[in-house]
């Protein structure tokens, strides 16, 4: 061989090696999944990073993810949506409830008194009444899953609340405008603001408490600025609950092989539903039980005073079926159908 020869065999050994490499580098895809909390959250390490690692070994490496937590390729919770949609992330996890009337069918999730107070049953009713009646909503997106963050409960820093008379003159953290409108019609006062900033909020007196799941308190450490947390019995509708979002850039979606199509659609629909409910149930008992331990009070509200708190705010329920029934969507039917879903899915007694 002379050297001319040589030369060539090595150019073309060089570029055969690099057209491989490029051609191991095409096959992989990297999906930008984006979210609003913290790395120390349970959604982050117990949904988001075992949903990764699931959909990389099923694919055989092919497909890989790069968490974005806490906001950190920009804009704010109600823009992830739209991150989304535009392809900033290829996936994020965020609440419809945070784009007031942008997903109206979804609207009857958070309906007070219509579904299951926990994570697991509370996400396999979201999920059910999702299929059914509101894809509608999200025919911009991939729905990877739609999923309960549980029913909230009433904490309170001074005085305990038991009925809905407690609630008068409260000024108490909302996470949403449905819950907002639920303590409104009771007589409380509901303050819109990010769960981060309710413990401050409750330590200088701003706030006499909040309404949130009680998987947050611990995390945000409101369990130790309150002393009364009020929830209803287990197979009871819970007060109010907001529904949770994994959404998939649908461009993204169908530019995959249907080999890793497949690997998404595996581990994603029911399954990711009830792993994340399951989270939700697991941080919920576990912040429960160590609220208990360190001497803060869980109250139980009576039939009595719980269906009082029913009749007082069922006029939310007739207002959204009025809203939703003008936009040209069958309020009556979505009320319905949610409830009926809801109680599938109570334990019942």
């Known amino acids: 061989m002379n050297q001319y020869t040589k030369k060539l065999a090595t150019l073309s050994t060089m570029m055969a090696l690099a057209f491989s490499s490029s051609a191991l580098q095409a096959q992989t895809v990297t999906i930008k999944f984006s979210h609003f909390l913290g790395t120390n959250h349970n959604f982050h390490t117990l949904v988001a990073q075992p949903w990764c690692a699931a959909i990389e070994k099923d694919s055989g490496g092919k497909l890989k993810c790069q968490i974005y937590p806490s906001l950190q390729l920009g804009g704010t919770p109600p823009q992830l949506a739209d991150q989304v949609k535009n392809g900033v992330a290829d996936v994020v996890w965020t609440s419809p409830s945070f784009s007031t009337g942008r997903f109206p069918r979804t609207e009857a999730l958070e309906l007070p008194f219509t579904l299951p107070p926990d994570g697991l049953a509370g996400s396999r009713a979201m999920w059910e009444y999702t299929q059914k009646f509101g894809m509608e909503d999200f025919k911009d997106f991939k729905v990877l899953a739609i999923f309960s963050a549980s029913n909230v409960v009433i904490s309170t820093a001074s005085k305990p609340v038991l009925t809905a008379q407690d609630l008068k003159g409260l000024k108490l953290r909302s996470p949403s405008r449905f819950t907002s409108l639920f303590l409104s019609s009771l007589g409380g006062t509901p303050v819109i603001m990010p769960i981060a900033q309710v413990t401050e909020a409750i330590s200088k007196g701003v706030v006499d408490g909040a309404m949130a799941p009680w998987e947050v308190l611990p995390a945000t450490k409101v369990d130790e600025v309150t002393k009364f947390h009020m929830e209803g019995d287990a197979k009871q509708p819970g007060f109010s609950q907001t529904p949770m979002a994994v959404l998939m850039n649908k461009a993204r979606y ?96």
Do not use: C, F
């Open 254 to 349: 169908e530019s995959l092989t249907p080999e890793l199509k497949a690997v998404i659609d595996k581990n994603s629909g029911l399954p990711l539903v009830e792993m994340a409910g399951k989270v939700w149930d697991q941080g919920n008992s576990e912040a429960r039980k160590k609220m208990t331990a360190q001497g803060n009070k869980v109250l139980i509200i009576k039939d009595v005073d719980y269906n009082a708190m029913k009749v007082a705010s069922k006029s939310v329920e007739v207002e959204w079926v009025k809203q939703a029934t003008a936009r040209g969507l069958d309020g009556v039917k979505l009320a319905a159908e949610v409830h009926a879903i809801g109680n599938k899915y109570l334990v019942k007694k």
